[in-house]
């Protein structure tokens, strides 16, 4: 009997989270969306990526999003030579972070009715971003598609380290709205100053 506790714990859960309506609703109607992708959304750090993503956008006649990419004239002359209408992209820069790329979007993204991106970032960043993204993206319900491109010879294996610092950051950001990271400076910053108004104090 004991052993089969778990199991029908399990069930009990999965059942829960099929047909219930609490905070993993959303996550559930991202993942069982099979909608074609409504826009395209490149993360700035190589070059390649926009070049992809821009190619992609042109092809499937999508809006595209660059986030934290090249500089504005950069851009906007691939974006010409591939003849991509202006109006169909939008350069981002507000992301100082891969958490950043999707948490300075996902409102927006959510308000104008966007379900499904297509992700688009290098090979070895991937697995990271595709964590955070359906962590954040997901949480209002949106479902992310990914293309990889290549970043051979340059190819840097993320460490599982930076990777669960990010999914962290990415379930806290959930929960409570803010950034750990930051929260984790401030507390710092804090902390600093009241040690030097102590030191001052007993001088």
């Known amino acids: 009997m004991g052993l089969l ?11 829960i989270w099929l047909i219930g309506s609490g ?21 700035g750090g190589d070059i390649d990526r926009e070049h992809v993503g821009i190619k ?8 595209l999003i660059v986030s934290g990419g ?3 004239e950069h851009a906007n002359w691939l974006i010409q030579k591939a003849g991509v209408p202006i109006n169909q992209v939008t350069l981002d820069y507000r992301a100082k972070d891969t958490l950043t790329n999707f948490t300075s979007l996902v409102d927006e993204l959510s308000g104008q009715g966007i379900k499904h991106i297509l992700l688009i970032t290098s090979k070895d960043h991937l697995p990271r971003a595709i964590a955070v993204g359906n962590i954040i993206a997901g949480s209002r319900g949106i479902h992310l598609s990914s293309v990889s491109v290549s970043c051979s010879p340059y190819c840097q294996k993320e460490s599982i380290y930076k990777q669960m610092v990010d999914i962290c950051r990415a379930i806290a950001w959930v929960a409570t709205g803010r950034d750990l990271k930051i929260l984790s400076q401030q507390s710092f910053h804090e902390s600093l100053i009241k040690g030097v108004k102590k030191i001052f104090r007993s001088n």
């Open 70 to 72: 090249s500089n504005p």
């Open 5 to 15: 506790r778990p199991g029908f714990i399990s069930i009990v859960g999965v059942l």
């Open 23 to 43: 905070p993993l609703y959303p996550y559930r109607e991202a993942f069982f969306n099979k909608a074609s992708p409504q826009i395209v959304l490149v993360l």
């Open 56 to 63: 992609t956008a042109n092809d499937f006649n999508l809006p």
